[in-house]
């Protein structure tokens, strides 16, 4: 016979937010700025900016269609350019989101929910990003559908072992799981904004969005099952996404490329500019929005480790991978090496040393990493300096190749700046809708940190 399952209380240990709040007032402060927060013209600038600087984007990839990739700085050698370089940036971007909404779960950090559905929509986001540069630097965007296997007449296949078709795989199938993930974790909160709403669109549209979630104990039970499933499934990709987008060098017979450190110390400098993006869109999001009581101290404290670790791998691998030139015993790779350091392109390398190695290093200081205006700075100088990081790696390794007389520099045109810039205010222009269309913050699972909070609505009987 069914009987009655009481539920347990739900409460996670630790000052995770201030005190003072109430199972209502957590409801009504996130759900209030998608609800009942007029338009403010600080949001309405905003996003008008980035969708002015998205339209760098659209006129870059107009021109590009036009008249190919000749437009971009390309040449030979340094047959890679802006595109692959952005394309790495981007993609290492959206790794704090899937680290800090999947890995942090299982570890069960309970600090991790006042921020995880930032870096969920961050995540999502900047691999969209990512996914332009792919079909936009093979010269043929109508043809991209090439890189997909499928059975066709002329029976043409991807070439299986080029990594830019491993590329293919590892980007789409981590963009599908972090999109299920997120929207499967928006789910309880749809109930609630559909609950709050007083306007009858905005119900039904929410309660489609929701689907047909009513906070019973049997909905609560397959909502769990679901996450830690879609969070097992999710933290191989944090690992593998990276590491075959650092096949891309790592296979090629190339000084500078062709070294077996990359994979950790691609996915090392991916969470490491992921953590720094987050702090950097979180702090003035914060701010503007006043919730310093739920977005805590704790929270900035507890990134700026994670950034000042992940900072150190980094600092790491530039050593490593230095001493691997050297004790190569291999000439052009010695010369790879002190071209970085000395060659033309030497100021760029050691600003991304001191963006990268030197600055996070005042992380060690509490004073700083509970600071949010320097923490704001770092997390931008960081930012820059992983472009950087990219940009070196990308082109000190082509510029100078074997042969002196095919040696050639390399130098960006508006349309390489317009193309990234452009992607930069499509990025901006998805987090301002994000934060005026859907909760910022998860709603349900700061309510679960509430001392004595208990999971609200009827409790379905369960058959035993």
Not at 89 to 111: D, E, P, R, V, Y
Request: net charge positive.
């Amino acid at each position: 016979m069914a009987q009655p399952v009481e539920l347990p209380d739900r409460i996670q240990v630790g000052p995770v937010i201030d005190e003072g709040h109430s199972l209502a007032s957590v409801s009504d402060k996130i759900s209030g700025i998608v609800l009942k927060r007029k338009i403010t013209l600080g949001w309405v600038f905003g996003l008008l900016i980035s969708f002015g600087v998205l339209q760098g984007l659209m006129a870059g990839a107009t021109w590009l269609f036009a008249k190919g990739v000749g437009i971009w700085g390309i040449n030979i050698p340094v047959g890679w350019g802006f595109a692959i370089v952005n394309f790495v940036w981007w993609i290492g971007i959206g790794h704090a989101g899937t680290l800090i909404s999947a890995i942090l779960l299982l570890l069960n950090q309970s600090w991790r929910n006042a921020i995880n559905r930032f870096a969920e929509a961050m995540t999502i986001f900047a691999v969209m990003c990512a996914g332009m540069f792919p079909v936009l630097h093979t010269g043929r965007p109508w043809l991209a559908y090439w890189l997909f296997p499928y059975p066709n007449t002329m029976d043409l296949w991807p070439q299986f072992r080029s990594p830019l078709v491993w590329d293919v795989f590892a980007v789409s199938t981590y963009f599908t799981i972090s999109l299920v993930f997120w929207y499967v974790g928006l789910i309880p909160d749809f109930a609630t904004l559909r609950d709050s709403s007083t306007q009858r669109w905005k119900q039904l549209a929410f309660g489609f969005l929701s689907l047909g979630w009513r906070n019973s104990a049997r909905h609560w039970q397959r909502y769990e099952k679901a996450a830690l499933l879609l969070a097992g499934l999710s933290t191989p990709l944090v690992l593998s996404v990276h590491t075959v987008v650092s096949f891309d060098f790592a296979v090629a017979m190339l000084p500078g490329w062709h070294t077996t450190i990359f994979p950790p110390y691609f996915v090392a400098g991916a969470i490491y500019s992921g953590f720094a993006m987050v702090l950097t869109l979180m702090i003035p999001a914060r701010t503007f929005y006043g919730l310093e009581d739920i977005i805590t101290i704790r929270h900035l404290n507890n990134m700026a480790k994670l950034t000042l670790t992940t900072g150190l791998i980094v600092g790491y691998g530039y050593m490593m991978e230095a001493f691997f030139g050297y004790y190569s015993a291999d000439i052009y790779e010695k010369f790879m090496i002190w071209n970085r350091m000395t060659g033309p392109y030497a100021p760029f390398y050691w600003v991304l040393i001191f963006c990268n190695v030197l600055t996070p290093h005042i992380l060690w200081f509490k004073r700083v990493r509970t600071n949010p205006l320097i923490l704001w700075f770092i997390s931008i100088v960081v930012n820059i300096g992983m472009w950087l990081e990219r940009f070196v790696i990308v082109i000190t390794s082509l510029h100078r190749d074997f042969l002196p007389s095919s040696w050639s520099m390399y130098w960006p045109t508006v349309w390489d700046w317009a193309v990234f810039a452009g992607t930069l205010g499509f990025f901006m222009t998805c987090i301002f809708l994000f934060i005026r269309a859907l909760p910022m913050i998860t709603i349900f699972e700061l309510r679960m940190l509430l001392p004595g909070a208990r999971v609200e609505g009827r409790q379905e009987e369960l058959v035993q």
